[in-house]
């Protein structure tokens, strides 16, 4: 079974430019997150869609981020324009959950994002 | 919201020493996993395990749910085994409860040949 699929794997940009990052969850996985992983800390949740709902958006900087998941499947997670700060590792992670009860969940190898 | 307190926060251990990563959280769980995060940045699951215990390979883990805590224990340890070590946890109760993972800060482990 493939696992979650992303890309890039790094990107580097300047400040003000904008970028976006793909997700491929595991088939058949309803939910689809996106972690924001800063330097020596652990994930944090952005964003989570279950089919092609959000579900929690709560720490999305609405101003700059965006992400969709259309059909259900793939997500774009895009960032507009980008800060020094956005300096992360972007995770994408799915699992079989559908009502919030902590299915597995399953990650990606992760986008590295360095914004100078 | 829930606290998810891992100890400690460093470890450095000569190969084929055993050792033992600790998970402490501030309420009850619905999901409670292990990863480990390998130097390219990728999250690997060791375990799924909200209560009970488990074993895979060298590796095993114990979840008490009831005194709210979890255990990584690692036996014969090699230097692959070096890395960053995250207990994230789902929890059962709030209204912000909408399945996602709670990270603890992790625990760097160097095992040193």
């Known amino acids: 079974e493939a696992g979650v699929a992303q890309s890039p794997r790094y990107k580097i940009i300047e400040k003000r430019q904008s970028v976006a990052f793909w997700c491929n969850p595991i088939?058949?996985?309803?939910?689809l997150y996106w972690y924001q992983q800063i330097l020596g800390q652990g994930p944090k949740l952005l964003i989570q869609?279950?089919?092609?709902?959000?579900?929690?958006d709560s720490q999305l900087p609405k101003d700059r981020f965006s992400a969709e998941r259309l059909k259900g499947v793939d997500s774009t997670l895009k960032i507009q324009p980008a800060k020094l700060e956005d300096s992360a590792v972007y995770l994408c992670?799915?699992?079989?959950?559908?009502?919030?009860?902590?299915?597995?969940?399953?990650f990606g190898p992760g986008t590295r994002l360095t914004v100078t | 919201g829930i606290q998810v307190e891992q100890s400690p926060p460093d470890l450095i251990l000569q190969e084929g020493a055993n050792s033992t990563l600790r998970c402490n959280f501030s309420?009850?769980?619905?999901?409670l996993q292990w990863f480990h995060q390998n130097p390219w940045g990728q999250l690997i699951n060791l375990f799924y395990?909200?209560?009970g215990t488990k074993q895979n390979g060298r590796l095993s883990a114990t979840t008490v749910a009831t005194e709210r805590y979890s255990l990584l224990y690692i036996s014969s340890s090699q230097t692959t085994d070096s890395g960053v070590y995250f207990c994230?946890?789902?929890?059962?109760?709030?209204?912000?409860?909408?399945?996602?993972?709670?990270f603890g800060q992790g625990t760097t482990l160097q095992v040193k040949p």
């Open positions: 992670a799915s699992s079989l959950d559908r009502s919030g009860v902590g299915y597995e969940q399953y």
């Open positions: 088939s058949g996985h309803a939910t």
């Open positions: 869609f279950q089919n092609n709902g959000v579900v929690d």
């Open positions: 309420d009850s769980v619905n999901n």
């Open positions: 395990i909200p209560s």
């Open positions: 994230a946890v789902v929890t059962e109760h709030g209204s912000g409860n909408t399945g996602k993972l709670i």
